[in-house]
């Protein structure tokens, strides 16, 4: 009896002995402007893309031989040729060719993904560098024969005789020959992203003018942001676009007011999200440099900030339960928890515009009383997010949204804001990062400034 | 009726010679008179025994009503085995009603134990509760599912047709409407899916589960029998709801549709499936409704639901 409690006591001492954890920092980022599909970037395949940016960031921190620690990207939509393809990428780049890499998906949440893995392994003394990334394109998008097709040309790939091939060819209809291209339709579903966006943003009752609003300030922040020379350190120009090329600077309320919805014209509600507040399809590449502090200072670079904390969520939405988008809504209020952080914590917010009414929605849920007491097991609303503080140099409306691509494209960013905000009220400047990903799942993450 | 005398067939009836048989049947009373003359159910029930699922055959269904390929029978994919014995039920000379034009009013399926591919079943079906009904005169097809070796009762379905026109002496015309009634106060909920029917989709079901019935394969076969056009099969829709409803439900569970307006070839169909939790949190029951999109027309309703 009395071994026995020792064992369990001595046990319990050597699981809380602190570990001495290390810091993953932000050195800085790299992506290549975001085209709408079928502009600058037609014919660029993921792997060109990648390869840009990546090409970029190890033009800009001297990267050039460098045995990274591990290299994490991916892409969405991918052809089944580019398994490897962050490898090939790696392979493709100035980067030491004893660079090891792997690819990673989890839709459009992929890229912040990529960051959160990588951070870990940095803190969990595996690697002390990194590079994280992502890419889409929505132009070169791969497109699968039909299911007919398919099916024909794997038995005949099976068959040994002449005779077998011939009778395998002979049962190909017209039909078979129709490709079949990809499309953003929920699987289990068959409503699209933007149809279940409609659901969730009449559920809110999120008005047409709050999204037009907020897609108008995503234009003017980011424009004003690019005057101001904001991304000169954070974009290699690319395919003769150095902006992204989305943007409408010149866009106003009054031409947002005119366009005419898009989504949610069948569901009876009244329809209110339109080509101006939703993003379009884009072609993008970004990536992100991460390290150790100490490999920071060897290499002579900078650190920005720090990832301090990231977590997932997912919500059941094939019946209706939550909105396709909003896993997002659970997973902030957990990891703001674990920090024993609130809003009033938080200097930056950047939420990933999919739609301005996946914003608002996120928003209202998190202010509403109801839900903060029924769904997130608080007191009552979680908070208000102060307008001024979010996504203060434009998000997707106006970048573009190359899916994977967005996660990199957050995280420089807000890695520059926080180290030129550097400390408020004696603390670290911090920024919360928000991803909506298909499949109902969200990525949130927490970066301090270093 | 109680207990009828089983006939038992050497092997799966063929379908398609089933429905040759039928349209000559047809004919040959279109030609010689309506009537068959009978006003009773056959007091028989046909039966097969040792089927097996064909797995080359169950993957392709499973795959096209949108469930997992596992090794355990869809229920629907149950019903589509035991659907050529009650056809062979309904083919009977002595079968009171004509097979052709029969309108699928109802179905309800009870799986009482989940069925792996590889058991040998045992089919048996009949005819039962011959009734009237306000447009014409309706009837039930039992088909029961035992295990070879057990004898065990692993699933039974219950489909009801309606002989649309056909009004049987003795029979009243009775003013059971039997559930597709209420669709005029239907107002469409948001939807939690959205299908998209090709014109294919009639063929692609007739593929799998053998029903070549002419109304489901093309516009014209489909015309040929008074349509305007072909027609999605119930089977198929209801076994497309049960998959979405999804691995919520329980090993044991009754599922049940009634079918309103159909579905015409190409379609988008709008449904909503919602889940009614028991008072311990645990699913009890999932309920679904589709409907036309554009017009709001309801096309089916039904539920899947714990069976104790």
Same mark, same amino acid.
């Given at each position: 009896?009395?071994?026995?409690?020792?064992?369990?006591?001595?046990?319990?001492?050597?699981?809380?002995?602190?570990?001495?954890?290390?810091?993953?920092?932000?050195?800085?980022?790299?992506?290549?402007?975001?085209?709408?599909?079928?502009?600058?970037?037609?014919?660029?395949?993921?792997?060109?893309?990648?390869?840009?940016?990546?090409?970029?960031?190890?033009?800009?921190?001297?990267?050039?031989?460098?045995?990274?620690?591990?290299?994490?990207?991916?892409?969405?939509?991918?052809?089944?040729?580019?398994?490897?393809?962050?490898?090939?990428?790696?392979?493709?780049?100035? *980067?030491?060719?004893?660079?090891?890499?792997?690819?990673?998906?989890?839709?459009?949440?992929?890229?912040?993904?990529?960051?959160?893995?990588?951070?870990?392994?940095?803190?969990?003394?595996?690697?002390?560098?990194?590079?994280?990334?992502?890419?889409?394109?929505?132009?070169?998008?791969?497109?699968?024969?039909?299911?007919?097709?398919?099916?024909?040309?794997?038995?005949?790939?099976?068959?040994?005789?002449?005779?077998?091939?011939?009778?395998?060819?002979?049962?190909?209809?017209?039909?078979?020959?129709?490709?079949?291209?990809?499309?953003?339709?929920?699987?289990?579903?068959?409503?699209?992203?933007?149809?279940?966006?409609?659901?969730?943003?009449?559920?809110?009752?999120?008005?047409?003018?709050?999204?037009?609003?907020?897609?108008?300030?995503?234009?003017?922040?980011?424009?004003?942001?690019?005057?101001?020379?904001?991304?000169?350190?954070?974009?290699?120009?690319?395919?003769?676009?150095?902006?992204?090329?989305?943007?409408?600077?010149?866009?106003?309320?009054?031409?947002?007011?005119?366009?005419?919805?898009?989504?949610?014209?069948?569901?009876?509600? %009244?329809?209110?999200?339109?080509?101006?507040?939703?993003?379009?399809?884009?072609?993008?590449?970004?990536?992100? *440099?991460?390290?150790?502090?100490?490999?920071?200072?060897?290499?002579?670079?900078?650190?920005?900030?720090?990832?301090?904390?990231?977590?997932?969520?997912?919500?059941?939405?094939?019946?209706?339960?939550? =909105?396709?988008?909003?896993?997002?809504?659970?997973?902030?209020?957990?990891?703001?928890?674990?920090?024993? +952080?609130?809003?009033?914590?938080?200097?930056?917010?950047?939420?990933? %515009?999919?739609?301005?009414?996946?914003?608002?929605?996120?928003?209202?849920?998190?202010?509403?009383?109801?839900?903060?007491?029924?769904?997130? =097991?608080?007191?009552?609303?979680?908070?208000?997010?102060?307008?001024?503080?979010?996504?203060?140099?434009?998000?997707? +409306?106006?970048?573009?949204?190359?899916?994977?691509?967005?996660?990199?494209?957050?995280?420089?960013?807000?890695?520059?804001?926080?180290?030129?905000?550097?400390?408020?009220?004696?603390?670290?400047?911090?920024? *919360?990062?928000?991803?909506?990903?298909?499949?109902?799942?969200?990525?949130?993450?927490?970066?301090?400034?270093? | 009726?109680?207990?009828?005398?089983?006939?038992?067939?050497?092997?799966?009836?063929?379908?398609?010679?089933?429905?040759?048989?039928?349209?000559?049947?047809?004919?040959?009373?279109?030609?010689?008179?309506?009537?068959?003359?009978?006003?009773?159910?056959?007091?028989?029930?046909?039966?097969?025994?040792?089927?097996?699922?064909?797995?080359?055959?169950?993957?392709?269904?499973?795959?096209?009503?949108?469930?997992?390929?596992? &090794?355990?029978?869809?229920?629907?994919?149950?019903?589509?085995?035991?659907?050529?014995?009650?056809?062979?039920?309904?083919?009977?000379?002595?079968?009171?009603?004509?097979?052709?034009?029969?309108?699928?009013?109802?179905?309800?399926?009870?799986?009482?134990?989940?069925?792996?591919?590889?058991?040998?079943? &045992?089919?048996?079906?009949?005819?039962?509760?011959?009734?009237?009904?306000?447009?014409?005169?309706?009837? &039930?097809?039992?088909?029961?599912?035992?295990?070879?070796?057990?004898?065990?009762?692993?699933?039974?379905?219950?489909?009801?047709?309606?002989?649309?026109?056909?009004?049987?002496?003795?029979?009243?015309?009775?003013?059971?409407?039997?559930?597709?009634?209420?669709?005029?106060?239907?107002?469409?909920?948001?939807?939690?899916?959205?299908?998209?029917?090709?014109?294919?989709?009639?063929?692609?079901?007739?593929?799998?589960?053998?029903?070549?019935?002419?109304?489901?394969?093309?516009?014209?076969?489909?015309?040929?029998?008074?349509?305007?056009?072909?027609?999605?099969?119930?089977?198929?829709?209801?076994?497309?709801?049960?998959?979405?409803?999804?691995?919520?439900?329980?090993?044991?569970?009754?599922?049940?549709?009634?079918?309103?307006?159909?579905?015409?070839?190409?379609?988008?169909?709008?449904?909503?499936?919602?889940?009614?939790?028991?008072?311990?949190?645990?699913?009890?029951?999932?309920?679904?409704?589709?409907?036309?999109?554009?017009?709001?027309?309801?096309?089916?309703?039904?539920?899947?639901?714990?069976?104790?």
């Amino acid at each position: 009896m009395a071994a026995a409690d020792v064992t369990a006591g001595a046990t319990r001492e050597a699981t809380t002995t602190p570990q001495a954890t290390r810091s993953a920092v932000i050195v800085g980022g790299n992506r290549i402007p975001f085209a709408r599909t079928g502009g600058a970037y037609v014919k660029s395949s993921n792997q060109d893309m990648l390869t840009a940016a990546l090409e970029g960031l190890v033009a800009r921190f001297g990267l050039q031989d460098e045995r990274i620690g591990e290299v994490a990207a991916g892409a969405v939509l991918k052809h089944s040729r580019d398994f490897n393809l962050t490898r090939e990428a790696v392979l493709g780049s100035a *980067l030491s060719p004893e660079t090891p890499a792997y690819d990673l998906q989890q839709a459009c949440a992929t890229g912040l993904e990529t960051v959160i893995g990588l951070s870990n392994k940095i803190k969990l003394g595996q690697i002390d560098s990194a590079i994280a990334g992502g890419v889409d394109s929505a132009s070169d998008a791969p497109i699968a024969v039909s299911e007919g097709l398919r099916e024909i040309l794997l038995d005949l790939n099976r068959a040994k005789t002449p005779v077998q091939k011939l009778k395998i060819i002979g049962r190909i209809r017209p039909k078979d020959l129709a490709p079949d291209a990809p499309n953003t339709g929920e699987p289990r579903t068959g409503l699209s992203m933007g149809e279940h966006q409609a659901l969730t943003t009449a559920q809110w009752k999120i008005a047409r003018e709050a999204q037009d609003e907020l897609a108008f300030n995503s234009h003017r922040n980011l424009a004003a942001a690019y005057e101001r020379g904001f991304f000169d350190d954070l974009i290699t120009p690319y395919r003769g676009l150095s902006r992204d090329s989305n943007l409408r600077a010149d866009t106003t309320l009054e031409k947002l007011a005119t366009l005419k919805p898009v989504f949610g014209k069948n569901l009876g509600s %009244e329809a209110t999200m339109t080509a101006g507040n939703s993003t379009p399809l884009t072609d993008g590449a970004s990536t992100v *440099l991460l390290a150790t502090e100490e490999w920071a200072d060897s290499h002579g670079l900078p650190k920005l900030a720090t990832v301090l904390d990231g977590e997932a969520a997912a919500v059941d939405f094939v019946h209706g339960k939550d =909105g396709l988008l909003m896993a997002p809504v659970f997973a902030v209020p957990r990891l703001l928890a674990r920090h024993g +952080l609130t809003f009033e914590d938080i200097d930056f917010f950047e939420i990933h %515009e999919a739609f301005a009414g996946t914003v608002l929605s996120t928003l209202a849920a998190w202010e509403d009383e109801e839900f903060g007491r029924t769904r997130l =097991g608080l007191d009552g609303a979680l908070g208000k997010v102060d307008r001024a503080k979010l996504n203060v140099n434009g998000s997707s +409306l106006a970048a573009g949204h190359p899916f994977a691509a967005t996660g990199g494209r957050i995280v420089a960013s807000l890695a520059k804001m926080l180290h030129e905000k550097g400390a408020v009220d004696g603390r670290p400047a911090r920024g *919360l990062i928000s991803v909506c990903a298909a499949g109902g799942q969200g990525v949130v993450a927490i970066l301090e400034a270093a | 009726m109680t207990d009828p005398q089983p006939v038992i067939l050497g092997e799966l009836p063929s379908l398609s010679k089933l429905y040759v048989n039928a349209a000559a049947t047809a004919a040959r009373r279109r030609v010689l008179g309506a009537s068959t003359g009978k006003t009773r159910l056959p007091a028989v029930s046909h039966e097969v025994r040792n089927i097996r699922a064909e797995v080359e055959n169950l993957t392709a269904y499973q795959h096209l009503v949108g469930e997992t390929a596992s &090794d355990i029978l869809p229920a629907g994919f149950v019903h589509a085995l035991a659907f050529p014995v009650s056809m062979s039920v309904m083919n009977r000379d002595d079968f009171p009603l004509p097979l052709l034009g029969m309108i699928h009013l109802k179905n309800r399926v009870e799986q009482r134990v989940p069925i792996q591919f590889t058991e040998s079943l &045992d089919i048996r079906s009949w005819a039962a509760n011959l009734a009237g009904h306000r447009a014409g005169t309706q009837l &039930d097809i039992v088909a029961e599912v035992r295990s070879t070796s057990s004898g065990d009762l692993l699933w039974r379905g219950v489909s009801t047709y309606l002989a649309k026109g056909v009004f049987l002496p003795g029979i009243d015309k009775a003013g059971n409407p039997n559930g597709a009634s209420m669709a005029g106060d239907f107002s469409p909920p948001d939807p939690t899916a959205l299908w998209q029917l090709g014109l294919e989709t009639g063929r692609s079901y007739a593929t799998v589960s053998g029903d070549f019935n002419p109304i489901h394969l093309s516009v014209l076969s489909a015309k040929a029998l008074g349509l305007r056009g072909s027609i999605a099969h119930g089977m198929y829709l209801a076994s497309r709801a049960l998959a979405d409803v999804g691995a919520v439900k329980s090993e044991s569970f009754a599922w049940d549709v009634a079918f309103e307006a159909p579905v015409f070839l190409p379609a988008r169909v709008a449904l909503d499936i919602a889940t009614v939790q028991g008072n311990s949190g645990t699913w009890e029951r999932s309920t679904y409704v589709a409907w036309n999109p554009r017009t709001g027309r309801r096309h089916f309703v039904g539920s899947v639901s714990h069976l104790p």
